[in-house]
């Protein structure tokens, strides 16, 4: 397996809004979960976003009122639209996908991280 391909960073001001791109195979795009994580220097990688195959969403309740995820799947893509972005949403944006996760919340990934996608909130 590889890495899911994760682009659409860069650097925008307080209150702009980024569009992050998830590609991948379709048998993996349609995985039962495709998760959005983000990992800030020096901290912990966090989940933020979920979409199951069945078009379900859940979003982290930081980011609920900022963030959307959808797919394609013509296009074997996931996007990751972030709007309102505050200095705190700096951080490396990667993706990956599951077909289950354990009674605490963990999923068991199916692919390797990949490079991610940079993101950075400054002026």
């Known amino acids: 397996q590889v890495p899911l391909v994760e682009s659409g960073g860069g650097l925008v001001q307080p209150g702009g809004s980024l569009r992050l791109y998830c590609a991948a195979s379709?048998?993996?795009?349609?995985?039962?979960?495709i998760n959005w994580c983000r990992q800030a220097t020096g901290k912990q990688r966090q989940l933020r976003a979920t979409i199951t195959s069945g078009g379900s969403t859940n979003y982290a309740d930081s980011v609920k009122a900022q963030f959307t995820i959808s797919r394609d799947n013509t296009k074997n893509t996931v996007y990751l639209q972030m709007n309102s972005l505050k200095p705190e949403d700096t951080a490396v944006y990667y993706c990956?996908?599951?077909?289950?996760?354990?009674?605490?919340?963990?999923?068991?990934?199916?692919?390797?991280w990949g490079q991610g996608t940079q993101v950075t909130v400054s002026s």
């Open positions: 379709g048998s993996i795009v349609s995985s039962k979960y």
């Open positions: 990956n996908a599951a077909n289950r996760y354990s009674s605490g919340g963990y999923y068991y990934y199916l692919a390797p």
